[in-house]
């Protein structure tokens, strides 16, 4: 399988010195090119795994490979986009996205790979701007050109759009499926939202909580474009958010008891 999770669990000490498992026993097998979202309730451990993968964080026990090679660290074959675009507001547009390629091929080289990219997310004619002269939804397209620049086999997505307003995202949702649609990477996606997840997705991963696991994946066998009437968006949906239902009780059950 091309990218693999086995057996993965992931464990913090807490203030009081005492063992916390964030999720336990993850197992996952995600082939190449496939869409594939993560979804679940607040500290179900969604973006821990994600990062996980990114190789910012570290397994307690099991395994996560990519190619059969076991990720322990950073790689360029790992391209990460974050809610923010931690993008770089000294530098334009085009740098910021041949910044991750210095020392890999020349200054001509990556700036004819910038230009490539933004061309792809509709960013050419911007390429000289500095970063606070763009809106957040193209400030994002900045940062999924810079993780696209490195030519990455993942691209991993940890909530990118959470923060922007509802039209922008809904925009932006078409914009990645052709972005997906055109170099066929494999893309891991961490949201809160039931819809973007169906929207978007071949596979949506349900995740449960106290402790993290996956409850539920669900293929999507819709045609794209997908729309949200479409009745069998709508019986997707409700599948999810009846599994999802039953979780937010359990989260805030545990919230009132520790206030007690």
Known sequence: MFLQMDGVSK???????????????????I???????????????????????????????????????VITQPGRERGMV??????????????????????IMTKHEANERADDFLKMVHLSHFKDNFIYEL?????????IARALAMDPKVLLMDEPFAALDEQTR??????LIRIWEQTQKTILFVTHSIQEAIKLSDRVI??????GRIIADIEVDIPRPRKREDHQVIEIEKKVMGLLEGEIDKVLKEELTNEN
């Open 206 to 211: 349900v995740m449960g909580t106290l402790p």
């Open 11 to 29: 464990r913090f000490i807490g203030r009081d010195q005492q063992p916390f498992n964030v999720f336990s026993d993850i197992n996952l097998s």
């Open 170 to 175: 809904h925009i932006l949702h078409d914009e």
């Open 31 to 69: 082939p190449e090119n496939q869409f594939v979202s993560i979804l679940g309730p607040s500290g179900c451990g969604k973006s821990t795994l994600l990062s996980m993968v990114a190789g910012l964080e570290n397994a307690t026990n099991g395994a996560i490979s990519l190619q059969n090679n």
């Open 135 to 143: 809106s957040g939804g193209m400030q994002q397209r900045v940062a």
């Open 82 to 103: 974050f809610q923010q675009p931690s993008l770089f507001p000294w530098l334009n547009v085009r740098d910021n996205v041949t910044f991750p390629l210095k020392g």
